[in-house]
């Protein structure tokens, strides 16, 4: 079945580094990709997607581009900040209406001022 | 707009007794989704439910753990007999069709 891999954590870092976070995934098909955030106590938030290869999506200064070569989909940003602290999940959909979403198993991420 | 609502946050249950997790969609969603996190891992999908219909059950266990969405009123995630291993946080996410899921804050299911 659909699985998706994502470096293991915690990973902590010092406010501006840059930050990768990697993903890869197994799947038949196309299916969509994913980022999504989970601040303490919180829900989860989409943070990006991309839903066909070569797509990159990208918010709040946070990037990914949809590798199929690779089944990769690796998060990056150019420098973090204290706020971006929380754990961050990969996942994929393999219907283009994102139904059951199949996520990777989570990476934390601290940021130190 | 509101967002997902899911209620209780915490329910604390002792073994044996039952768990019923509610889950109010985003208004103007007609599909909601459950899913369940352990400690230390990533979401694991259980259901899809439509209004009135169960679309896609196979996350849900077995045994002991039931989900509806009536056409009035919540979606309810309710668990029987509960035992340890069902400690987890409980997601509720809604959606239009075919669109972006919106995740609720989490039910913590601690079993005693």
């Known amino acids: 079945g659909d699985s998706v891999t994502q470096m293991e954590g915690p990973v902590t870092l010092s406010e501006e580094a840059f930050l990768t976070i990697n993903c890869t995934y197994t799947?038949?098909?196309?299916?969509?990709l994913f980022w999504y955030v989970q601040y303490p106590g919180e829900g989860l938030q989409l943070l990006l997607k991309?839903?066909?290869?070569?797509d990159k999506g990208s918010n709040k200064g946070f990037e990914a581009t949809y590798r199929k070569e690779t089944t990769s989909f690796h998060l990056e940003k150019g420098s973090v900040q204290v706020s971006d602290s929380a754990v961050y999940f990969c996942?994929?959909?393999?219907?283009?209406?994102?139904?059951?979403?199949?996520f990777g198993q989570g990476t934390r991420l601290t940021i130190n001022p | 707009n509101a967002g997902v609502m899911q209620n209780p946050r915490h329910l604390v249950r002792r073994r044996g007794q039952e768990a019923r997790l509610r889950c109010s969609p985003m208004?103007?969603?007609?599909?909601v989704y459950w899913y369940r996190q352990l400690p230390e891992e990533g979401l694991k999908f259980m259901v899809y439910?439509?209004?009135?219909?169960?679309?896609?059950e196979s996350g849900m266990p077995k045994e002991r753990f039931s989900a509806e969405f009536p056409k009035e009123g919540p979606s309810i995630l309710r668990i029987q007999q509960v035992v340890r291993g069902d400690s987890a946080a409980y997601f509720c996410?809604?959606?239009?069709?075919?669109?972006?899921?919106?995740f609720g804050p989490g039910t913590r299911l601690t079993v005693l």
């Open positions: 996410a809604s959606s239009e069709q075919g669109g972006e899921q919106f």
């Open positions: 799947a038949t098909g196309y299916p969509s």
């Open positions: 991309a839903t066909k290869a070569d």
């Open positions: 996942a994929l959909s393999d219907s283009p209406g994102a139904q059951k979403l199949v």
């Open positions: 208004k103007g969603h007609s599909h």
């Open positions: 439910l439509q209004k009135e219909n169960i679309i896609d």
